[in-house]
């Protein structure tokens, strides 16, 4: 039998990811390394010019099994499904699970803003949330992996050595305390793993 | 009901406090952006918590005015998403063209912006002399902004691109006077422009109008409210009259999506049923 601390560690309900530059390739070699109907939902930042389209979301969705698509506001959020956050609208999480969008001011120069989604994703899920950071070319999310671990949540940054950008992963390890720094390639599987013994269990 | 966090309890509880005292009714809006406005307030103010907070806020108007204007979120820019534009242009005006007179409301226009770029469209259509554009919002400090008609000079090369892909016809600098930091938008643009007070949480309909644009304030409401301004909007447009929705704005789940049909689909163009 699981002991209390392990089960609420292990019990996730989500994952948010975020990155800007050098994030496409990154996130393609994380996303095709997990399952068709993988048990949490997967929440994307990326930084994008703000006039582009959903190319993003459909590239992503052409490379790996689960379904991309842009988060649309007052969308349920469901397993097994990766959202995207639309360019230039920022992508925050509702108390009932539940996206909603705002064109506030920038945070940190972005819009999406990752410390925006962080920060109220782990308002919701709390310690039932995991945080990754990859790579990218300035300091936005930062803050909010360090709120994810405030709240209990799981932290995961690339390790900055194989990031094709290292200025994100580099401010996000010096900010916070992170569970895990790991090369790309081992984010996909450790995810597969949290979400596994999650079904076990 | 799992007990909530002081945070959620003292939130719920300010916004019920200024709709008591003030009138202004957030109690329906997204709730995150929301909070993250408060706990933004929050920390400039010094206070130790919210509860602490809302002490100041029954007491003290200015300090009421300032978060006001923090809860209106005024990011805008003229011909914002310009293929928008495009549309109204290429699709929407020469609808328009057949009516005798105009009637257009713009809801929340923040600091009037878009109710520019409108009038300019307008002009070049040659519609301008026989349209009514009335662009409102619930802020008095903005909509005191936007009847100046003055922005930062540092926008232009945005709004002179933006003017360009949304099919502008002119050279954009025919439209405002340059001085030092500050741009100013020509008085013959502000003839047909009426800038009002309108609240569309608590305020009702505003009458027979040929177009309704309101785009990005749909996304802070929460359902109820949403279809609240969607039913509000129906009942303000004359029979076949085009509703304009913010680019991630969408009737399909609404409770009135059958009242309109779509216009243009991919740039939220409505137009209400005869």
Redesign the interface.
């Known amino acids: 039998m699981k002991s209390r601390t392990d089960k609420s560690i292990l019990n996730f309900e989500a994952v948010v990811i975020g990155t800007s530059a050098g994030g496409m390739n990154a996130l393609q070699v994380i996303l095709k390394s997990l399952p068709r109907y993988f048990a949490l939902p997967v929440i994307i930042v990326q930084h994008l010019h703000p006039n582009s389209d959903d190319y993003s979301a459909r590239i992503l969705n052409d490379s790996c099994k689960m379904i991309v698509k842009q988060a649309?506001?007052?969308e349920k959020i469901g397993p097994g499904v990766v959202y995207t956050a639309?360019p230039n609208?920022?992508l925050?999480?509702?108390?009932n699970k539940t996206f909603?969008?705002?064109?506030?001011?920038r945070e940190k120069y972005a819009r999406p803003s990752i410390n925006?989604l962080f920060?109220?994703a782990a308002?919701v899920y709390g310690a039932k949330l995991i945080g990754i950071i990859l790579t990218g070319a300035n300091n936005d999310g930062s803050e909010g992996l360090k709120r994810i671990k405030e709240k209990g949540g799981l932290t995961i940054v690339q390790d900055p050595e194989t990031a094709e950008v290292d200025s994100m992963p580099r401010d996000a390890i010096a900010a916070t305390k992170v569970d895990y720094i790991l090369p790309l390639e081992q984010i996909g599987p450790i995810l597969r793993k949290m979400s596994q013994k999650q079904e076990d269990g | 009901m799992p007990a909530k966090d002081n945070e959620?309890i003292e939130i719920q509880l300010l916004l019920e406090a200024i709709y008591l005292k003030y009138g202004y009714d957030f109690r329906s809006y997204?709730?995150?952006?929301i909070?993250?406005?408060i706990l933004h307030m929050l920390s400039l103010s010094g206070h130790k918590n919210i509860s602490e907070m809302q002490h100041q806020l029954l007491y003290d108007t200015d300090f009421f005015d300032k978060l006001l204007l923090s809860f209106s979120?005024n990011?805008t820019e003229m011909f914002r998403d310009p293929k928008f534009y495009k549309s109204i242009r290429e699709k929407v005006i020469p609808v328009l063209k057949t009516y005798p007179f105009l009637k257009i409301w713009h809801a929340g226009c923040s600091t009037g912006e878009e109710a520019y770029s409108l009038a300019i469209l307008l002009k070049e259509e040659g519609l301008h002399e026989k349209s009514q554009i009335y662009a409102t919002d619930f802020n008095e400090v903005v909509l005191k902004k936007a009847k100046e008609g003055i922005f930062s000079v540092d926008r232009i090369k945005e709004y002179t691109s933006n003017y360009q892909k949304a099919g502008g016809k002119e050279s954009f600098a025919d439209y405002y006077t340059a001085r030092y930091e500050l741009a100013k938008i020509d008085n013959s643009l502000k003839k047909n422009i009426v800038f009002a007070d309108h609240n569309l949480t608590t305020d009702s309909v505003f009458g027979e109008m040929n177009m309704i644009m309101c785009r990005?304030v749909l996304?802070?409401f929460n359902?109820e409210l949403q279809d609240r301004a969607i039913n509000l909007f129906h009942n303000s447009l004359a029979h076949f009259g085009f509703l304009c929705l913010?680019?991630?704005?969408?009737l399909r789940?609404s409770a009135h999506k059958d009242d309109f049909e779509e216009f243009v689909a991919k740039e939220r163009i409505y137009r209400k049923r005869g």
């Open positions: 649309n506001e007052k639309p609208y920022h925050l999480v509702e108390e909603s969008l705002s064109i506030a001011e925006v920060e109220t308002d | 959620n997204a709730r995150a952006s909070k993250r406005r979120i990011v990005n996304i802070y359902k913010g680019s991630k704005e969408d789940f």
